[in-house]
Protein backbone atom coordinates (compact mmCIF):
# COMPACT_ATOMS: atom_id res chain seq x y z
CA UNK A 1 0.00 0.00 0.00
CA UNK A 2 0.89 3.51 -0.24
CA UNK A 3 3.09 4.69 2.36
CA UNK A 4 4.44 8.10 3.27
CA UNK A 5 8.04 8.74 4.97
CA UNK A 6 8.91 11.87 6.79
CA UNK A 7 12.09 12.84 8.54
CA UNK A 8 13.28 13.56 10.76
CA UNK A 9 11.02 12.31 13.53
CA UNK A 10 12.47 14.77 15.91
CA UNK A 11 14.05 18.24 15.75
CA UNK A 12 15.04 21.01 18.21
CA UNK A 13 16.62 24.09 17.39
CA UNK A 14 16.91 27.27 19.21
CA UNK A 15 14.79 30.18 18.39
CA UNK A 16 15.79 31.99 15.27
CA UNK A 17 17.43 28.78 13.53
CA UNK A 18 16.07 27.42 10.57
CA UNK A 19 14.31 24.10 10.25
CA UNK A 20 12.89 21.66 7.59
CA UNK A 21 10.81 18.25 7.59
CA UNK A 22 11.58 16.08 4.46
CA UNK A 23 8.41 13.74 3.56
CA UNK A 24 8.63 11.04 0.43
CA UNK A 25 5.72 8.82 -1.08
CA UNK A 26 6.55 5.14 -2.26
CA UNK A 27 4.24 6.13 -4.92
CA UNK A 28 3.28 9.45 -7.48
CA UNK A 29 0.80 11.77 -5.35
CA UNK A 30 -2.03 13.79 -6.46
CA UNK A 31 -1.76 16.65 -3.81
CA UNK A 32 -0.05 16.74 -0.70
CA UNK A 33 -1.40 18.29 2.16
CA UNK A 34 0.69 19.80 5.30
CA UNK A 35 -0.99 19.72 9.22
CA UNK A 36 0.52 21.47 12.20
CA UNK A 37 -0.45 19.66 15.50
CA UNK A 38 0.38 21.83 18.38
CA UNK A 39 0.83 19.94 21.57
CA UNK A 40 -2.13 18.33 23.40
CA UNK A 41 -3.98 19.97 20.04
CA UNK A 42 -5.77 19.08 16.61
CA UNK A 43 -4.13 19.03 13.28
CA UNK A 44 -4.95 22.08 11.71
CA UNK A 45 -4.66 22.78 7.93
CA UNK A 46 -1.45 24.46 6.63
CA UNK A 47 -1.51 24.26 2.77
CA UNK A 48 -1.91 21.68 -0.27
CA UNK A 49 0.29 21.92 -3.06
CA UNK A 50 -0.91 20.08 -6.08
CA UNK A 51 1.19 20.68 -9.16
CA UNK A 52 4.62 19.46 -9.88
CA UNK A 53 7.53 21.92 -8.12
CA UNK A 54 4.93 23.54 -6.61
CA UNK A 55 6.48 26.05 -4.26
CA UNK A 56 4.27 28.10 -1.84
CA UNK A 57 5.01 30.72 0.96
CA UNK A 58 3.85 31.79 4.03
CA UNK A 59 5.33 33.96 5.52
CA UNK A 60 8.23 32.32 6.98
CA UNK A 61 6.97 29.20 6.27
CA UNK A 62 8.09 27.78 2.33
CA UNK A 63 6.38 24.26 1.12
CA UNK A 64 7.91 22.23 -1.72
CA UNK A 65 6.51 20.00 -4.00
CA UNK A 66 8.88 17.70 -5.98
CA UNK A 67 8.94 16.94 -9.95
CA UNK A 68 8.21 13.99 -9.53
CA UNK A 69 5.39 14.60 -6.89
CA UNK A 70 6.66 11.83 -4.74
CA UNK A 71 8.40 14.46 -2.43
CA UNK A 72 7.66 17.35 -0.65
CA UNK A 73 8.92 19.54 2.35
CA UNK A 74 8.12 22.38 4.51
CA UNK A 75 10.95 24.79 5.36
CA UNK A 76 10.54 27.10 8.40
CA UNK A 77 13.19 30.13 8.72
CA UNK A 78 14.18 32.09 11.68
CA UNK A 79 11.83 29.78 13.88
CA UNK A 80 10.09 31.30 17.22
CA UNK A 81 8.53 29.07 19.92
CA UNK A 82 4.90 29.31 18.50
CA UNK A 83 6.33 26.99 15.84
CA UNK A 84 6.25 24.48 18.09
CA UNK A 85 4.29 21.25 17.51
CA UNK A 86 4.07 18.59 14.92
CA UNK A 87 4.42 18.77 11.42
CA UNK A 88 2.09 16.03 9.11
CA UNK A 89 2.71 15.45 5.56
CA UNK A 90 -0.21 13.93 3.77
CA UNK A 91 -0.44 12.69 0.59
CA UNK A 92 -3.43 11.22 -1.78
CA UNK A 93 -2.72 9.66 -5.37
CA UNK A 94 -6.05 10.75 -6.16
CA UNK A 95 -8.36 9.17 -8.86
CA UNK A 96 -10.62 6.69 -7.74
CA UNK A 97 -8.55 7.04 -4.31
CA UNK A 98 -9.89 9.02 -1.59
CA UNK A 99 -7.22 7.40 0.79
CA UNK A 100 -5.14 10.62 2.53
CA UNK A 101 -2.07 8.89 3.83
CA UNK A 102 0.16 10.89 6.59
CA UNK A 103 3.75 10.45 7.37
CA UNK A 104 4.13 9.57 11.43
CA UNK A 105 5.02 13.45 11.42
CA UNK A 106 7.98 15.52 12.77
CA UNK A 107 7.74 17.02 16.11
CA UNK A 108 9.65 20.58 16.17
CA UNK A 109 10.75 21.97 19.69
CA UNK A 110 12.33 25.34 20.15
CA UNK A 111 14.30 26.63 22.77
CA UNK A 112 13.94 30.42 23.30
CA UNK B 1 -12.58 26.43 16.67
CA UNK B 2 -12.57 24.30 13.62
CA UNK B 3 -17.14 23.94 13.65
CA UNK B 4 -16.12 19.98 13.81
CA UNK B 5 -17.56 18.97 17.45
CA UNK B 6 -16.66 15.80 18.94
CA UNK B 7 -17.85 13.68 22.03
CA UNK B 8 -17.30 12.76 24.44
CA UNK B 9 -13.69 14.38 24.67
CA UNK B 10 -12.15 11.49 27.20
CA UNK B 11 -13.89 8.08 27.45
CA UNK B 12 -12.26 5.03 30.37
CA UNK B 13 -13.53 2.12 29.45
CA UNK B 14 -12.86 -1.65 29.98
CA UNK B 15 -11.96 -4.31 27.89
CA UNK B 16 -14.66 -5.92 26.01
CA UNK B 17 -16.58 -2.85 26.12
CA UNK B 18 -17.89 -1.39 23.53
CA UNK B 19 -18.29 2.54 22.56
CA UNK B 20 -19.51 4.88 20.67
CA UNK B 21 -17.55 8.50 19.08
CA UNK B 22 -19.88 10.99 17.74
CA UNK B 23 -19.09 13.83 15.38
CA UNK B 24 -20.60 16.33 14.15
CA UNK B 25 -19.27 18.38 10.72
CA UNK B 26 -18.90 21.88 10.16
CA UNK B 27 -21.95 23.49 8.60
CA UNK B 28 -22.04 22.50 5.18
CA UNK B 29 -19.37 20.07 4.90
CA UNK B 30 -20.76 16.68 3.66
CA UNK B 31 -17.44 14.40 3.93
CA UNK B 32 -16.52 12.47 7.65
CA UNK B 33 -13.14 11.17 8.31
CA UNK B 34 -12.29 9.27 11.08
CA UNK B 35 -8.57 9.19 12.23
CA UNK B 36 -6.64 6.67 15.35
CA UNK B 37 -3.20 8.72 16.39
CA UNK B 38 -1.56 6.89 18.70
CA UNK B 39 2.00 7.28 19.88
CA UNK B 40 3.68 4.62 17.52
CA UNK B 41 1.74 4.54 14.75
CA UNK B 42 0.72 8.40 13.99
CA UNK B 43 -2.61 9.57 11.83
CA UNK B 44 -4.05 6.67 10.72
CA UNK B 45 -7.12 6.54 8.60
CA UNK B 46 -10.12 4.83 9.12
CA UNK B 47 -12.95 5.40 7.25
CA UNK B 48 -14.73 8.26 5.45
CA UNK B 49 -18.40 8.89 4.30
CA UNK B 50 -19.53 11.25 1.83
CA UNK B 51 -23.21 12.67 2.04
CA UNK B 52 -24.20 8.94 3.72
CA UNK B 53 -22.15 6.61 1.88
CA UNK B 54 -18.63 4.95 3.01
CA UNK B 55 -16.38 6.56 0.94
CA UNK B 56 -13.16 5.19 1.72
CA UNK B 57 -11.68 2.79 4.12
CA UNK B 58 -8.28 2.81 5.21
CA UNK B 59 -6.68 0.41 8.27
CA UNK B 60 -9.78 0.04 10.02
CA UNK B 61 -10.20 -3.21 11.95
CA UNK B 62 -13.47 -5.39 11.83
CA UNK B 63 -14.67 -4.64 15.17
CA UNK B 64 -14.81 -0.78 14.31
CA UNK B 65 -17.73 0.50 12.39
CA UNK B 66 -18.68 3.66 11.47
CA UNK B 67 -21.81 5.48 9.66
CA UNK B 68 -22.57 9.08 8.72
CA UNK B 69 -26.79 9.55 9.28
CA UNK B 70 -29.30 11.87 6.85
CA UNK B 71 -28.02 15.22 9.35
CA UNK B 72 -24.37 14.44 8.37
CA UNK B 73 -23.19 13.59 11.50
CA UNK B 74 -20.93 10.55 12.14
CA UNK B 75 -20.54 7.81 14.70
CA UNK B 76 -17.53 5.66 15.27
CA UNK B 77 -18.63 2.32 16.76
CA UNK B 78 -15.79 0.79 18.58
CA UNK B 79 -16.70 -3.19 19.82
CA UNK B 80 -14.56 -5.74 21.80
CA UNK B 81 -12.20 -2.76 22.76
CA UNK B 82 -8.27 -4.29 23.59
CA UNK B 83 -5.77 -2.29 25.37
CA UNK B 84 -3.85 -1.61 22.32
CA UNK B 85 -7.43 0.38 21.19
CA UNK B 86 -6.55 3.33 23.69
CA UNK B 87 -5.66 6.26 21.03
CA UNK B 88 -6.76 9.70 20.46
CA UNK B 89 -9.44 9.22 17.57
CA UNK B 90 -9.75 12.34 15.13
CA UNK B 91 -13.05 13.26 13.01
CA UNK B 92 -12.71 15.55 10.73
CA UNK B 93 -14.64 17.19 7.81
CA UNK B 94 -14.40 18.52 4.58
CA UNK B 95 -16.60 20.28 1.68
CA UNK B 96 -15.55 17.44 -1.11
CA UNK B 97 -15.75 14.03 -1.57
CA UNK B 98 -12.25 13.54 -1.17
CA UNK B 99 -9.26 14.65 -0.12
CA UNK B 100 -8.41 17.28 -2.30
CA UNK B 101 -9.44 20.45 -0.21
CA UNK B 102 -8.73 21.66 3.01
CA UNK B 103 -9.87 19.11 5.87
CA UNK B 104 -11.19 20.33 9.36
CA UNK B 105 -10.22 18.36 12.69
CA UNK B 106 -12.29 18.10 15.62
CA UNK B 107 -10.60 18.51 18.86
CA UNK B 108 -10.23 14.33 19.38
CA UNK B 109 -11.87 11.52 21.58
CA UNK B 110 -8.93 10.18 24.04
CA UNK B 111 -10.19 6.54 24.61
CA UNK B 112 -8.77 4.57 27.70
CA UNK B 113 -9.10 1.14 27.23
CA UNK B 114 -8.34 -0.47 30.94
Known amino acids: GQQVMQIPQYQHVQEGEDFTTYCNSS?????IQWYKQRPGGHPVFLIQ?????EVKKQKRLTFQFGEAKKNSSLHITATQTTDVGTYFC????????????FGKGTLLTVNP | DSGVTQTPKHLITATGQRVTLRCSPR?????VYWYQQSLDQGLQFLIQ???????AKGNILERFSAQQFPDLHSELNLSSLELGDSALYFC?????????????FGQGTRLTVV
Open chain 2, 92 to 104: ASSVDRGPWTEAF
Open chain 1, 27 to 31: TTLSN
Open chain 1, 49 to 53: LVKSG
Open chain 1, 90 to 101: AGSRGGSNYKLT
Open chain 2, 27 to 31: SGDLS
Open chain 2, 49 to 55: YYNGEER
